[in-house]
């Protein structure tokens, strides 16, 4: 199970965090990752560590701005936001795979229940 912190609105250039906590198995051993979907548009990746060793991949668009870390201890993971733009308003999804690597949403079989991040100009 993912449980998702709960988002937020938030000004152009302002910073938000959230968190997905895990259960039923580890985070260590899990392909996890954040993706959103806009309105009207397909759910895309955002930040990933499709490998158990704990690279971070993350997409063009947030590249810089976003990051996404691993507390192990704590078996959850987070997406820091900085310089959020109109254009990442969303609803974020935390997700997680039983196999790895994994890179698209065709290969996570785990999903929370989605949190809205909406930035406004």
């Known amino acids: 199970q993912l449980v998702e912190s709960e988002g937020g609105e938030v000004q152009v250039g302002e910073s938000l965090s959230l968190t997905c906590a895990a259960s039923?198995?580890?985070?260590?051993?899990?392909?996890m990752a954040w993706f959103r979907q806009a309105p009207g548009k397909e759910r895309e990746y955002v930040a990933g560590?499709?490998?158990?060793?704990?690279?971070?991949y993350y997409s063009d668009s947030v590249k810089g701005r976003f990051t996404i870390n691993r507390d192990i201890e704590k078996n959850m993971i987070s997406l820091q936001m900085r310089n959020l733009k109109p254009e990442d308003t969303a609803v974020y999804y935390c997700?997680?795979?039983?196999?790895?690597?994994?890179?698209?949403?065709?290969?996570?079989?785990?999903w929370g229940q989605g949190t809205q991040v909406t930035v406004s100009s």
């Open positions: 039923g198995r580890s985070v260590k051993d899990t392909a």
């Open positions: 560590i499709p490998y158990p060793a704990g690279s971070r």
């Open positions: 997700a997680a795979a039983s196999r790895y690597p994994a890179w698209d949403d065709n290969d996570y079989d785990y």
